[in-house]
């Protein structure tokens, strides 16, 4: 065949593009190439972004779903790019739904998530903007997420019932881990709740935090605390008494300082 010559069966006019003349390379915008099987990017050349959208999905999906038929990436998701009013999007699904919110703009961090649970979808209808927490909340309330929790964990070495201990136990953290045989901040971990967190209790026992200095002085004992409270002297005599300052006997007397006396 003269490759001059459109392909077209019948045809005599010369190629202009993909092995077809000027009316056939029209039709095939229309309707399709007439002897290429697999879609190619000349078929979308011209064609707006709504255009182009629409070529690239079929709406005989399940539950109603718009299913995309192009690229996706490697989560099922389709790749489009098509500009919505000043913002180019890449993603089929984010297109859809700036497209047919009247060009809305997608905040910063937020995502466009599906209640029909198909990546593939980009069924308007199906698309609703949320945080990445209602997301995953969302996953969470419909049971899709496969993440194991607690003792179900691979690398869990406490059970349920000692996490449940340790939340209620109120000695210092290192007293702790010893006698469970994990460390400082494997306690601190369930104490704050970053891990075990789907564990509901109603209390959680703290450790009082106690200075390492209190009640150590190299001039005031408790003797010289109790003395100074029950004097009937001024601050400032008391104070050259004990050699300090007047700010802290008044601190003594309004226990600002040694109120553990």
């Not at 935090?209 to 009640?215: A, E, L, N, Q």
Request: charged share 25%; proline share 5%.
């Amino acid at each position: 065949m003269d490759s001059k010559i459109c392909g077209c069966k019948g045809c005599e006019k010369p190629v202009i593009a993909l092995g077809m003349c000027s009316k056939h390379i029209r039709r095939a915008r229309l309707y399709g190439s007439p002897f290429v099987v697999k879609a190619h990017s000349g078929m979308m050349k011209g064609l707006s972004p709504i255009e182009r959208f629409n070529r690239q999905h079929r709406k005989d999906g399940p539950n109603g779903c718009w299913l995309w038929t192009a690229c996706a990436d490697i989560d099922g998701y389709g790749r489009f790019a098509g500009i919505v009013g000043t913002v180019r999007y890449t993603k089929a699904h984010r297109f859809s739904w700036a497209y047919h919110n009247e060009g809305a703009e997608i905040p910063p961090g937020m995502m466009i998530c599906h209640s029909c649970d198909t990546p593939a979808c980009v069924n308007p209808s199906h698309l609703w903007l949320g945080s990445a927490k209602e997301n995953v909340g969302d996953m969470d309330f419909k049971q899709r997420r496969n993440a194991r929790l607690g003792e179900l964990a691979a690398n869990a070495v406490l059970t349920e019932g000692q996490v449940l201990a340790i939340l209620a136990d109120c000695r210092p953290y290192t007293q702790i881990a010893a006698d469970f045989g994990v460390t400082t901040m494997t306690i601190s971990d369930i104490k704050c709740r970053r891990s075990w967190s789907h564990l509901k209790v109603d209390f959680i026992g703290h450790a009082p935090r106690i200075s390492p200095k209190r009640g150590k002085s190299s001039r005031i004992t408790p003797e010289i605390v109790l003395d100074i409270r029950a004097s009937t002297d001024s601050g400032k005599a008391l104070a050259a008494k004990y050699a300090v300052s007047p700010q802290l006997i008044c601190a003594i007397r309004k226990r600002r300082a040694w109120n553990h006396i």
